[in-house]
């Protein structure tokens, strides 16, 4: 995240992901060939210290339970590792994993709310930090503040969409095809997310230059 001042105000500028991480993720592509080719137990070691923090967030997004959360991510790695030999047949294994989480978190739901329906918009999140960046240091503690409560105010959808974005850096393509929404979906809910973010640092610095 980038905010610069112009004619006046801030404007917030935020790259977008979807350019800025072109093909494959290459790291996760060689782990899985170790996995399915070799059956490298070190290789899934890694595979799971470098995907398990943020599958384990966006499974209790979800679930609201971190020990639930825990067991869902859990019982996905178990499955990839029985599959392990069958793996070179997923074109985006991290893509596959989020997908699997997300399928796997919404059955547990389910079942929790039993007849109840239950969607993206169950989704809670609480964001504990803005991820902004050395250029913009800039920016008081209370504005940082003030931007953490706005994304943590965001609709549940919209909250996802910018978490998968911003906190997992993923691409739109991969978030589209994670949450099954088109990619000019997941653009709407970051313009939307962005445009709330900008409106509440200049409302917040045209308050202080009236006091």
Same mark, same amino acid.
């Given at each position: 995240?980038?905010?610069?001042?112009?004619?006046?105000?801030?404007?917030?500028?935020?790259?977008?992901?979807?350019?800025?991480?072109?093909?494959?993720?290459?790291?996760?592509?060689?782990?899985?060939?170790?996995?399915?080719?070799?059956?490298?137990?070190?290789?899934?070691?890694?595979?799971?210290?470098?995907?398990?923090?943020?599958?384990?967030?966006?499974?209790?997004?979800?679930?609201?339970?971190?020990?639930?959360?825990?067991? $869902?991510?859990?019982?996905?790695?178990?499955?990839?590792?029985?599959?392990?030999?069958?793996?070179?047949?997923?074109?985006?294994?991290?893509?596959?994993?989020?997908?699997?989480?997300?399928?796997?978190?919404?059955?547990?739901?389910?079942?929790? =709310?039993?007849?109840?329906?239950?969607?993206?918009?169950?989704?809670?999140?609480?964001?504990?930090? $803005?991820?902004?960046?050395?250029?913009?240091?800039?920016?008081?503690?209370?504005?940082?503040? =003030?931007?953490?409560?706005?994304?943590?105010?965001?609709?549940?959808?919209?909250?996802?969409?910018?978490?998968?974005?911003?906190?997992?850096?993923?691409?739109?393509?991969?978030?589209?095809?994670?949450?099954?929404?088109?990619? =000019?979906?997941?653009?709407?809910?970051?313009?939307?997310?962005?445009?709330?973010?900008?409106?509440?640092?200049?409302?917040?610095?045209?308050?202080?230059?009236?006091?």
């Amino acid at each position: 995240m980038s905010i610069f001042w112009r004619n006046g105000r801030f404007t917030i500028f935020i790259p977008a992901i979807a350019m800025q991480t072109p093909g494959k993720n290459t790291e996760i592509f060689e782990l899985q060939r170790r996995i399915a080719v070799y059956e490298d137990e070190s290789a899934f070691k890694e595979l799971f210290s470098i995907l398990y923090p943020p599958l384990k967030k966006f499974a209790a997004g979800f679930l609201r339970s971190s020990e639930t959360a825990e067991e $869902t991510v859990a019982d996905v790695f178990m499955e990839i590792w029985r599959r392990r030999t069958e793996l070179m047949e997923i074109e985006d294994l991290k893509v596959y994993m989020y997908i699997s989480v997300r399928n796997a978190s919404l059955r547990k739901l389910q079942q929790q =709310k039993k007849d109840a329906t239950v969607s993206l918009d169950d989704f809670t999140y609480e964001f504990t930090s $803005t991820y902004i960046g050395p250029e913009d240091a800039m920016l008081t503690s209370e504005l940082l503040q =003030k931007i953490q409560a706005v994304i943590n105010e965001l609709p549940p959808r919209c909250k996802l969409v910018y978490k998968l974005a911003k906190e997992d850096k993923l691409r739109y393509k991969d978030i589209s095809a994670i949450l099954n929404i088109s990619v =000019k979906t997941v653009d709407n809910q970051l313009a939307m997310a962005l445009k709330r973010i900008a409106s509440a640092i200049n409302f917040r610095l045209k308050k202080d230059s009236v006091i």
